[in-house]
């Protein structure tokens, strides 16, 4: 069965103290992996797309990685306002475009 | 640019009742997507349209139907409403030509009492 899972589920941290969150995925055959950005009571928002394992993209304090298990999003020196939750997905050869989303991790940051 | 829009933005229904919403994709995208988000959970697949016709779908009852119109816009019925419905309910549109980027609405949130 393929099957995201995120973890922590939730991460507290001080503005600037860096950081990684973890998504492990089972998967028949990985299209690709997604990560998105939620606010409270809003839809995912997209940030990245990695398709192969060893790939890495970067937007402004975030970046991912890939592995053939696992992805990383790392937040270097977070803001208040990147609190949010961070939902890890893939889609499966096999199952078309479909997402399948873990459960998210709720980060929040204090300054 | 307009992005993905939902309507109603929030809903509440009664046990039994049918509901319907609604989904305009971003423009220039043809392909619709929709996502049931239960509290503290991530999204969960219930079905994608193309060409006016259902593509794909995932582990959810014949309750749940939908509907895509000719400009690429969509309906999400679900019919005998339960209390387990009660969800915020997520539209997702892409591109056959970039099928791979799925960008979402602000949802739906459906009470069921």
């Known amino acids: 069965e393929d099957q995201v899972t995120q973890s922590p589920e939730a991460l507290r941290l001080q503005e600037g103290e860096s950081s990684s969150l973890n998504c492990s995925y089972t998967v028949s055959g990985l299209r690709g992996l997604f990560w998105y950005r939620q606010d409270p009571g809003k839809g995912p928002e997209f940030l990245f797309t990695?398709?192969?394992a060893g790939e890495e993209k970067e937007k402004e304090r975030l970046k991912a990685t890939l592995t053939k298990k696992e992805s990383f999003l790392h937040i270097t020196a977070p803001k208040p306002e990147d609190s949010a939750t961070y939902l890890c997905a893939v889609q499966a050869r096999q199952a078309g475009t479909a997402l399948i989303f873990g459960k998210g991790t709720t980060l929040s940051v204090s300054s | 640019d307009a992005g993905v829009t939902q309507s109603p933005t929030h809903l509440i229904k009664t046990r039994g009742q049918q509901v319907t919403l609604r989904c305009s994709p971003k423009?220039?995208?043809?392909?619709v997507s929709w996502y049931q988000q239960a509290l503290g959970q991530g999204p969960q697949f219930i079905f994608q349209?193309?060409?006016?016709?259902?593509?794909q779908r995932g582990n959810f009852p014949d309750r749940f139907s939908g509907h895509q119109f000719p400009n690429y816009s969509s309906e999400l019925n679900v019919n005998a409403l339960l209390l387990g419905d009660s969800a915020l309910y997520l539209c997702?549109?892409?591109?056959?030509?970039?099928?791979?980027?799925?960008?979402f609405g602000p949802g739906t949130r459906l009470t069921v009492t």
């Open positions: 997702a549109s892409s591109s056959w030509m970039v099928e791979d980027e799925q960008y």
């Open positions: 349209y193309y060409e006016e016709e259902e593509r």
């Open positions: 990695l398709y192969s």
């Open positions: 423009s220039g995208h043809d392909t």
